[in-house]
Each structure stands twice: as structure tokens, then as C-alpha cells.
């Protein structure tokens, strides 16, 4: 059994970098795999919801948390950054939804 990072539909607390490990995001139909030098929880913080998807440690993994507060002051203080994470979140999102249709049509 993997052990869940965040699950889908929790409140999101903050983003989470990967340094070490397999991190798999659970996208219906199309799981994607992250691994050192990648990192998830963006969306929600950038879109002020809730976790959009059920991410789970595939092996040991050592992770920083960016907490919402820290987040939201980073971007704010560095807009380059804040422009390439939601052109990132878009694309994500983009890809979801792509995912979730295709698995409809199948």
C-alpha cells in the first residue's frame, strides 16, 4: 500500500518538492510519475480549492514542504515565478482533463 502525501479533495496546506524518490499522482486513466526535481500541490494553491488528485510515495522519499502563507508571499515577491508556476498549473490541468476525457471515450 502507497502511503498518501495529500489526498484528493483535502485543503490545501502548501506545495511539496521532491529531492529523493517515486511520487505517483493518481490522474484517472493516466498516472504520472514524479521524481527528484519535480514538484505537486501547486494548483491548489494557485486556484484557492481543494487537492485536485490523490498523490502517493511510490518509495521512500524525502520532500520540502512551501507552505500556503510562504507560497503565496513568494509569488507575490517574484512574479516571473509565480507567472511559470501557473503557465505549469495551466498545462497540468490541461492534461487532466484531456486524461478524464479520454478514459470517458474509452
Do not use: W
Not at 12 to 32: K, N, S
Not at 63 to 76: S, Y
Not at 87 to 103: C, H, I, L, M, P
Amino acid at each position: 500500500d502507497l502511503a498518501a502525501v495529500v489526498r484528493r479533495d483535502e485543503d490545501a496546506d502548501g506545495m511539496y518538492f521532491v529531492v529523493t524518490g517515486e511520487i505517483v499522482v493518481e490522474v484517472p486513466g493516466h498516472p504520472v510519475t514524479l521524481t527528484g526535481g519535480d514538484f505537486f500541490g501547486e494548483m491548489a494553491l494557485l486556484e484557492g480549492g481543494k487537492r485536485s488528485t490523490t498523490v502517493r510515495a511510490v518509495t521512500a522519499c524525502e520532500l520540502l514542504h512551501l507552505g500556503a502563507a510562504d507560497f503565496r508571499q513568494l509569488v507575490a515577491s517574484a512574479p516571473d515565478l509565480d507567472a511559470e508556476l501557473r503557465r505549469v498549473a495551466q498545462e497540468r490541468r490541461r492534461d487532466n482533463e484531456s486524461s478524464t476525457a479520454d478514459q470517458g471515450t474509452a
